[in-house]
């Protein structure tokens, strides 16, 4: 994609990263903003050019460590366009006194609905019956309704309340988990919080996981976790690839303690390996390439939203 640039009269200079809707554009252009758009700018020439802006706008693809920071002399903000930050050294850009702001809200309701997709293909083996048909046999694998079963959420931050609200509108039974206890939350939209995290694994039918990846969630889905859920359990990970340890989760499904995975996160993105060939090609996985944000409606909100927030702090 070509490059492009805008000028703005008192020299603040923004470098956008990665892919962004075109309505951001328009917010910079109608300030005066002057912007370089590279969505496809190689690490090497980033570590590079960084020196020369004010602003660095990323999303998931790249990411923003202590050598880029680093390097970024002039650098005043870093803007993730989407929600979660942990592609961005946090604590650097704190020491250099670089502002991180980011986009929340965006992206809840479609990534809402792509875990409720993921919950419903899985129930009604949807992939192994589509892909029986593609290949000329006539095979109806047998599912089961969502309606009463329990749904454990676990992170009841945005996205978590969105999915409870649409699964309770399917009638099922949800019961969330969260370091942070919302009782009354919770009870609005006709959830219940566990006790703690074992409580929720032992009765949740169908595990979603709506954390961020931090210190303490790196790995939190490991073998002990899986051991502690209800055996043919399916699992749900919209949320960050790192929270859920690969090869526990595949011992768990060849131990008949997990009979459904939906992924649209990865350890490594795009995931390569032996490992993730066996999980992805695995009957019972649904796994897509990191779809949650990828809507119209939301890819719209995030450039707008992103717009705003950056411009409260420029002027």
Avoid at 94 to 117: D, H, W
Avoid at 273 to 280: D, W
Wanted: hydrophobic fraction near 40%; glycine fraction near 8%; charged fraction near 30%.
């Amino acid at each position: 994609m070509a490059k492009t640039s805008h000028v703005r009269p008192y020299g603040i200079k923004v470098l956008v990263a990665d892919p962004l809707q075109g309505t951001f554009f328009e917010h910079l252009k109608r300030h005066g903003v002057k912007y370089r758009y590279d969505p496809c700018i190689s690490r090497d020439e980033l570590l590079k050019e960084v020196e020369n802006y004010d602003v660095l706008v990323v999303r998931s693809r790249t990411v923003v460590d202590k050598e880029l920071i680093r390097r970024a002399r002039s650098l005043k903000i870093i803007a993730r366009a989407g929600t979660g930050t942990d592609n961005i050294d946090l604590e650097e850009a704190r020491r250099r006194g670089i502002k991180v702001i980011n986009a929340p809200e965006a992206q809840k309701r479609s990534v809402a609905e792509l875990t409720l997709c993921l919950i419903m293909m899985l129930a009604r083996s949807v992939l192994e019956g589509n892909l029986a048909l593609r290949s000329g046999r006539w095979k109806r694998p047998l599912g089961f309704e969502l309606m009463n079963k329990t749904l454990g959420v676990v992170g009841f931050g945005r996205i978590g309340k969105e999915v409870a609200k649409l699964t309770r509108a399917l009638g099922m039974r949800v019961i969330v988990y969260d370091v942070v206890r919302q009782e009354r939350e919770a009870k609005k939209i006709g959830a219940r919080f566990a006790k703690d995290l074992d409580e929720l694994l032992r009765r949740a039918d169908v595990v979603s996981i709506h954390v961020p990846l931090d210190e303490m969630t790196y790995h939190m889905f490991n073998r002990e976790t899986f051991e502690k859920m209800k055996r043919g359990v399916v699992v749900v990970n919209t949320s960050r690839g790192q929270v859920v340890d690969t090869r526990a989760l595949l011992e768990a499904m060849d131990r008949g303690i997990v009979s459904g995975v939906g992924l649209d996160v990865f350890e490594e993105e795009p995931p390569r390996g032996a490992l993730y060939r066996r999980l992805i090609r695995r009957r019972g996985v649904v796994a897509v390439p990191h779809l949650g944000a990828q809507t119209k409606e939301a890819q719209e909100k995030i450039a707008e939203d992103l717009a705003k927030n950056l411009m409260r702090l420029i002027g």
